[in-house]
């Protein structure tokens, strides 16, 4: 079963290779009732973020779900505008209430600038780096069990890493098929970071790429399956999303493997953004 094969950080913190994502979920009940879903169905890594808004209600369904805590792998993440130490010390706080957890298992850096100068890739070093260390901190005090970043390419990487004493334990990038990062997973890869996936589906758009068509049905699975097992066969923990139960069971059904030449002919289609 997917939801029993699982990672490993390099601090040696296991993680679910499948997780939840909830990316563009709503809060509220929309939020609680797919978390709730997704966790009755096996999913026993929940990822959210601050930006979200939704970390109160999937903080409720895993408090209501009713398993122990050591048990839930949760992730979230620090707003992207947040490059300050002691800022990013309140905010970590602010999410951890809002979840009602004594600790978070991941937090991440959501990205190396604010989102609403990700077109410009401005430097904000600095400010990773103060926040950063604040995680450190964190993370020595045991109130986060890893830490990580999002969104990170090479060059915020190589900056971060000569000012820090931690090497993040995973970095959370957009990966599917058409974009399969290959030379910053394999930058990652050598300096023991994690992969983490997130929209392995490319928020939809993935399904208009007509190999995946034939391959599903070859395979005798759905378009979505065959781009969710992609991801895992890369390695990476994958994050797919969903509010509709029978989709949230459908992507966890991921007990089949692709064959070398199969993968070879996805890994082909780099370049592919889905942008239109």
Same mark, same amino acid.
């Given at each position: 079963?997917?939801? %029993?094969?699982?990672?490993?950080?390099?601090?040696?913190?296991?993680?679910?290779?499948?997780?939840?994502?909830?990316?563009?979920?709503?809060? *509220?009940?929309?939020?609680?009732?797919?978390?709730?879903?997704?966790?009755?169905?096996?999913?026993?890594?929940?990822?959210?973020?601050?930006? #979200?808004?939704?970390?109160?209600?999937?903080?409720?369904?895993?408090?209501?779900?009713?398993?122990?805590?050591?048990?839930?792998?949760?992730?979230?993440?620090?707003?992207?505008?947040?490059?300050? #130490?002691?800022?990013?010390?309140?905010?970590?706080? &602010?999410?951890?209430?809002?979840? *009602?957890?004594?600790?978070?298992?991941?937090?991440?850096?959501?990205?190396?600038?604010?989102?609403?100068?990700? %077109?410009?890739?401005?430097?904000?070093?600095?400010?990773?780096?103060?926040?950063?260390?604040?995680?450190?901190?964190?993370?020595?005090?045991?109130? !986060?069990?890893?830490? *990580?970043?999002? &969104?990170?390419?090479?060059?915020?990487?190589?900056?971060?890493?000569?000012?820090?004493?931690?090497?993040?334990?995973? &970095?959370?990038? =957009?990966?599917?098929?058409?974009? =399969? %990062?290959?030379?910053?997973?394999?930058?990652?890869?050598?300096?023991?970071?994690?992969?983490? /996936?997130?929209? =392995?589906? /490319?928020?939809?758009?993935?399904?208009?790429?007509?190999?995946?068509?034939?391959?599903?049905?070859? #395979?005798?699975?759905?378009?979505?399956?065959?781009?969710?097992?992609?991801?895992?066969?890369? *390695?990476?923990?994958?994050?797919?999303?969903?509010?509709?139960?029978?989709? !949230?069971?459908?992507?966890?059904?991921?007990?089949?493997?692709?064959?070398?030449?199969?993968?070879?002919?996805?890994?082909?289609?780099?370049?592919?953004?889905?942008?239109?």
């Amino acid at each position: 079963m997917i939801f %029993q094969k699982t990672l490993t950080l390099s601090n040696g913190v296991i993680v679910p290779l499948l997780g939840f994502g909830t990316w563009q979920i709503k809060p *509220g009940d929309e939020a609680y009732q797919s978390t709730l879903t997704a966790l009755k169905l096996g999913y026993r890594h929940i990822d959210t973020a601050a930006a #979200y808004r939704n970390e109160q209600s999937v903080g409720q369904a895993i408090k209501d779900f009713g398993l122990p805590r050591d048990q839930v792998f949760i992730t979230t993440k620090l707003e992207s505008h947040i490059k300050d #130490y002691d800022q990013a010390l309140i905010e970590f706080e &602010n999410s951890r209430q809002r979840l *009602g957890v004594d600790y978070i298992d991941l937090y991440l850096i959501h990205a190396p600038w604010p989102w609403s100068e990700w %077109q410009t890739n401005p430097d904000y070093s600095k400010g990773n780096i103060a926040a950063w260390k604040a995680m450190e901190k964190l993370y020595h005090e045991k109130k !986060i069990r890893s830490i *990580g970043v999002s &969104n990170f390419e090479i060059e915020h990487l190589e900056k971060l890493l000569k000012e820090t004493t931690i090497v993040p334990h995973a &970095n959370q990038i =957009p990966l599917w098929i058409g974009r =399969p %990062q290959k030379a910053l997973r394999a930058f990652c890869e050598a300096k023991g970071i994690a992969i983490e /996936a997130y929209s =392995p589906l /490319a928020t939809g758009r993935i399904f208009k790429q007509p190999l995946l068509q034939e391959l599903a049905t070859k #395979y005798g699975k759905t378009m979505a399956q065959i781009a969710i097992r992609f991801t895992v066969e890369l *390695g990476a923990i994958t994050l797919p999303k969903s509010i509709t139960p029978s989709r !949230i069971e459908e992507n966890g059904n991921l007990d089949f493997t692709l064959e070398a030449t199969d993968m070879e002919r996805l890994l082909a289609l780099e370049g592919l953004n889905y942008r239109d």
